[in-house]
């Protein structure tokens, strides 16, 4: 293990990989976030901390864990880690981790027989698509497939939403909305696009055998082609004048409803 105390070369790195410059390195900040890198088991490269998180004890224990891990380790002061930090106050302490697998190959190995999955297309947001794929492990979802158009699961904005369920969630990156569902027509998983027009409310809908929860866009929605790509679609209905939900709320409402299908057996 290398230790550093103040090496302006490591926060150069960081920096680089906090801007997307990396791509096989991400930048996780904050104490909760870190522990989850660490209990997820991310090889971890690096770990940068302010001395006055150092001198709390939860901190700490963390900090000494990471010390057998790292390659380096760099303790600075708070106004060096200001300068690489991604939020408007530091966090305290940053890890450079190694990027989970996010390939086809990876993914298809992680599913079960009958998979439950969701697939976000042209999700933009990163708060949004972080904001899934917490909301999807918390419905039981076996994996998270995010089309070539949607925003990096692994950016730093997305894995503050999602709050370790990155970390554990198997996610595959970057293919074609098309190839999706090609994917998963080969494999019998059913496909079901939410959108707003679809003549079945979620309750009407099957949930119970394999399949994958399509989403598109914040704005928009997916387009008519898209829709009819899948097997068939679903809406959430709505009281009065709303005409449409946050994404990352819609999937929740969804995904609950087909969890509650599957536990239930009806």
């Keep these: 293990m290398k230790i550093i105390s103040r090496d302006n070369s490591l926060l150069r790195r960081a920096r680089a990989v906090r801007d997307g410059k990396i791509d096989e390195l991400i930048f996780v900040e904050g104490l909760r976030l870190c522990e989850e890198a660490l209990s997820s088991g991310l090889k971890i490269e690096a770990v940068i901390y302010s001395e006055e998180i150092a001198r709390k004890e939860r901190a700490t224990q963390l900090i000494a864990e990471l010390r057998s891990l790292c390659d380096a380790v760099a303790s600075v002061s708070e106004k060096l880690l200001d300068s690489i930090s991604y939020t408007r106050t530091p966090q ?21 027989a009958s998979p439950q999955l969701v697939v976000m297309h042209g999700i933009n947001n990163p708060v949004n698509v972080g904001a899934i794929l917490r909301t999807a492990e918390a419905a039981g979802v076996t994996g998270a497939i995010a089309t070539a158009n949607t925003s990096d699961p692994f950016s730093p904005k997305a894995l503050r939403g999602a709050m370790g369920s990155a970390f554990r969630l198997p996610i595959w990156k970057g293919p074609d909305y098309p190839d999706v569902i090609a ?53 959430i209905p709505m009281q009065g004048p709303v005409e449409s939900l946050n994404v990352a709320v819609a999937v929740g409402i969804i995904l609950y409803e087909a969890n509650r299908q599957r536990v239930s057996g009806i």
């Design 183 to 235: 994917w998963c027509v080969g494999r019998g998983i059913r496909t079901i696009a939410a959108s707003a027009d679809a003549a079945k409310s979620l309750t009407e809908v099957d949930w119970r055998g394999a399949s994958a929860l399509v989403v598109g866009p914040e704005s928009t929605g997916l387009s008519p082609e898209e829709i009819a790509l899948a097997d068939e679609a679903v809406r």
């Design 92 to 112: 305290g302490i940053v890890l450079l981790a190694a990027r989970p697998a996010g390939d086809e190959a990876s993914f298809k190995s992680s599913q079960p």
